[in-house]
């Protein structure tokens, strides 16, 4: 059963997820990977801070929060950034029609052990769909940017004050984190 959409809030924390129509997958090869993540910056980074995500074959995953400016739409720059993405994937692969389900999916973080849950779930997600045997190898995830110097648009010193640093942060992901609500449509 479909849930309705929540409207996005300003300063408020969201699970955000899609995933393609069908069978079919929405990233084909790295490079389909690499352009998401340019366009979701383009388009997503004035509107959103983005704490972690997950892309993977089929669907992708992104805990964020939307900034205070209420003239920066957040649906709108989703609504951008799928259909920017859409027409790329469509062109490349010479396919017609609409990629993804139809309504991008949220739920609003509550509270604090959903917000660590959040995000160990979604760093989690390629193990528990069986694209990896250890998610901390997926290479398409925010995981190995908390462990790296290199720049980032994450928000990457607040999520690991968040578990209390590096150590903290992979010991919570030692253990499966589940959602309180369900996943099925994902």
Not at 8 to 27: D, L, R, S
Not at 96 to 101: D, I, P, R
Not at 166 to 181: Q, V
Request: hydrophobic residues 30%; charged residues 25%; positive net charge.
């Amino acid at each position: 059963m479909s849930r309705p959409t929540t409207p996005f809030e300003p300063g408020a924390y969201y699970h955000v997820w899609t995933h393609a129509n069908g069978k079919e997958n929405i990233f084909r090869e790295d490079e389909n990977y690499f352009f998401f993540l340019s366009k979701y910056s383009f388009y997503l980074s004035p509107a959103v801070k983005t704490f972690t995500y997950c892309l993977m074959p089929n669907h992708f995953h992104f805990l964020i929060q939307v900034n205070e400016d209420p003239a920066l739409s957040t649906s709108k720059a989703f609504s951008n950034l799928l259909n920017s993405y859409c027409q790329f994937y469509n062109k490349k692969y010479h396919r017609k029609g609409s990629l993804f389900m139809s309504n991008l999916k949220r739920e609003k973080i509550s509270n604090d052990s959903y917000f660590t849950r959040c995000i160990t779930y979604i760093h989690q997600n390629p193990t528990h769909h069986g694209f990896a045997k250890d998610f901390s190898k997926w290479k398409h995830s925010s995981w190995k940017a908390f462990f790296s110097e290199k720049q980032t648009h994450l928000e990457r010193e607040k999520v690991l004050e968040w578990f209390g640093g590096k150590e903290e942060m992979i010991s919570a992901h030692k253990s499966p984190a589940e959602l309180d609500f369900d996943l099925s449509e994902e």
